[in-house]
């Protein structure tokens, strides 16, 4: 199923615990009521026109071609050029449609030079998941940017980012999303395997730069994220006392 359609039933997600956690009444609104945002962030569709770009990179890999970086400038130009005409926007301060065309470039443009030579094999790229845990009677749905796997058989989860600044130590090692995503590997056929989570993250300081945050989970961490979930379900159904699609 595409997680499009796994969205149409009863679930969790990392960003709706994160959402639920960081304000109720923010998720009751978006999540429950549906109320649309009076806006679209200038950061947030930048970052969505940049994965894009990284997806469609994959996809060549996949097929063993390799894209040029006029390529990736091309493709970029397309998908943040959906917005160059849309009122929908709102830009921040000294930002505008044809600034983040420039920045946009110039952040593929580091990215593209700084990305390591590897001869991982790309296994999936944007692959919807959903896996259940015994506490809670919805399942945990999302989508993983990217799976690879290299020559020894090691599974690579990598989550892209877009971000206005470096991560530290402390937010990679407790990143919930990561080891959702390994969870999901383990219930769906990756169990018994060795696994490494990474963010590749494009990071758009004044001078550009990208870096690739690598990291594990172990079973105790896996059974922390759990407990996190259970008592956010708990909390969601006391806050709004029916399920929610």
Request: proline share 4%.
């Amino acid at each position: 199923m595409t997680l499009t359609e796994l969205r149409k039933e009863p679930h969790l997600s990392s960003s709706s615990i994160n959402d639920y956690v960081e304000c109720g009444l923010l998720y009751k609104l978006g999540r429950i009521d549906h109320i649309p945002m009076e806006f679209k962030s200038d950061s947030l569709e930048f970052g969505s026109a940049v994965h894009l770009v990284l997806a469609d990179f994959y996809q060549e890999r996949l097929m063993g071609n390799t894209l040029l970086l006029k390529d990736i400038h091309a493709l970029f130009e397309t998908y943040w050029g959906r917005w160059e005409t849309s009122p929908e926007i709102a830009y921040s301060k000294g930002k505008d449609f044809d600034t983040l065309l420039m920045e946009g470039k110039e952040l593929l443009s580091v990215w593209y030079d700084k990305l390591p030579e590897d001869s991982f094999r790309v296994l999936s790229i944007e692959e919807a998941f959903s896996f259940s845990i015994p506490s809670i009677p919805v399942p945990i749905i999302g989508a993983t940017d990217l799976i690879e796997e290299d020559e020894s058989g090691t599974i690579i989860i990598t989550d892209w980012k877009t971000s206005g600044r470096s991560y530290t130590n402390d937010e990679v090692e407790s990143n919930m999303q990561l080891t959702v995503y390994q969870m999901s590997a383990k219930a769906n056929g990756f169990k018994g395997r060795d696994i490494l989570l990474k963010f590749d993250c494009l990071i758009k300081t004044k001078k550009p730069d990208f870096k690739q945050y690598w990291t594990t989970r172990s079973e105790l961490d896996e059974k922390r994220v759990i407990k996190k979930i259970t008592a956010c379900w708990e909390g969601i159904v006391i806050d709004v006392n029916y399920f929610f699609p």
